[in-house]
């Protein structure tokens, strides 16, 4: 059994969400025939895949609720019940949501209790399991709901990735509940910029994904499309990696520092079929959460009903989600010009959330604006 192999897209493959699209993109190159000859192939490959032991949280937590589609983590470091919750929505996209606690040294988490936030929560998003296969946008919102209920009602809200229009959603739907909100490398106006997940995404029909969807029994599986990116592209994801452990084999912190990542990159998880053919159709197909014309709860959502204080990141050369993309949320937004801010940090998609240069430079001063927030 075989897989063709092709060229590489010029674009990041960090997020496992985008590897539908990076291959549609390529299906595009190579006919429709051969992918789903690959598609096939790919699925026993998947079968046999040997992955590493799940990542960690790195920071001491607690869980507070056990929910369908997620637990909620607390990471408070002090009871200060009067202080309004930080909570992080990470991206429901592929991999775990410790990317916001990758490890200690490295981790979102660990940066906002340093700047004074006493309260600090995470939502980390189940694996798909086939129950959660028919699971809809508003399920997600619906539970995030019943969180910032639990905490009180009111939150700081920070949307990482995918995480960020699932939180613009719950702002616009329930502007009362959220009294700051962060959007880092949220795509929130996906007909902005340059990229090329904007062509591909609207020139693919929607029957190509729901073809994916099937071939993993109505769910997008995660180790199935990772075990297929890396049979298409063979040499640079294994020669590669091995020539490099093999030149640092007395270097323990590298040895370290590459087991975490495999744990993390290694582990994707799987999302409901339902929920992944909503996003592409509505949201990066039609943009319509955009347009003021998704509905959410039972209402449409308009952007326009945020009011409250707003922080923007985008990554300098993130081909994920363009800056174009972040930005253009102030233009709709509700909030007060002089209450938005908006930062370019240097880097790609990734590394707005992981990367030690942004954590160190970029994030403690988002976390002292969501502590002004509540003064």
């Given amino acids: 059994m075989t897989v063709k192999t092709i060229d590489k897209p010029k674009f990041d493959h960090s997020v496992p969400w985008f590897w539908p699209l990076a291959y549609a993109m390529e299906a595009e190159e190579m006919g429709l025939d051969v992918f789903t000859e690959n598609m096939k192939a790919l699925g026993e490959m998947a079968k046999v895949a040997v992955v590493p032991p799940p990542p960690k949280w790195a920071t001491k937590n607690r869980v507070l609720l056990d929910m369908d589609t997620m637990l909620l983590r607390d990471f408070s470091t002090e009871q200060a019940p009067d202080a309004v919750p930080v909570l992080i929505d990470p991206p429901y996209a592929g991999h775990s949501s410790t990317i916001a606690d990758y490890q200690k040294g490295q981790s979102l988490i660990e940066t906002l209790l340093a700047a004074g936030l006493p309260r600090v929560l995470a939502m980390d998003w189940k694996s798909a399991t086939p129950e959660?296969?028919?699971?809809?946008?508003?399920?997600?919102?619906?539970?995030?709901?019943?969180?910032?209920?639990?905490?009180?009602?009111?939150v700081h809200l920070v949307g990482l990735c995918q995480g960020g229009w699932m939180s613009a959603m719950l702002a616009a739907r329930f502007p009362g509940k959220v009294a700051s909100l962060v959007l880092a490398g949220s795509p929130i106006d996906t007909s902005a910029g340059n990229g090329p997940l904007k062509k591909i995404a609207r020139r693919t029909p929607l029957s190509f994904y729901e073809q994916m969807v099937a071939a993993g029994g109505g769910r997008m599986l995660g180790q199935f499309m990772l075990t297929g990116w890396k049979n298409m592209h063979p040499g640079e994801n294994y020669l590669g990696k091995f020539i490099d452990l093999y030149a640092h084999a007395t270097d323990e912190k590298y040895l370290k520092r590459t087991e975490q990542f495999e744990r993390w990159y290694e582990n994707p998880i799987d999302l409901?079929?339902?929920?992944?053919?909503?996003?592409?159709d509505l949201l990066f197909k039609k943009n319509l959460f955009w347009k003021g014309k998704f509905i959410g709860l039972g209402r449409k959502l308009r952007l326009a009903d945020i009011t409250c204080p707003a922080y923007l990141l985008g990554g300098a050369s993130d081909d994920i989600t363009p800056p174009a993309q972040v930005f253009a949320a102030e233009e709709k937004l509700g909030t007060p010009k002089e209450k938005v801010v908006k930062r370019t940090a240097p880097g790609g998609h990734i590394g707005l959330f992981m990367g030690s240069n942004t954590l160190k430079e970029v994030w403690p001063e988002i976390g002292a604006w969501i502590r002004d927030q509540a003064k």
Avoid: H, S, T, W
């Fill in 132 to 154: 959660m296969r028919d699971f809809n946008i508003d399920k997600y919102l619906a539970e995030i709901n019943v969180v910032v209920d639990d905490l009180g009602g009111r």
């Fill in 272 to 280: 409901p079929g339902r929920y992944y053919l909503q996003a592409i």
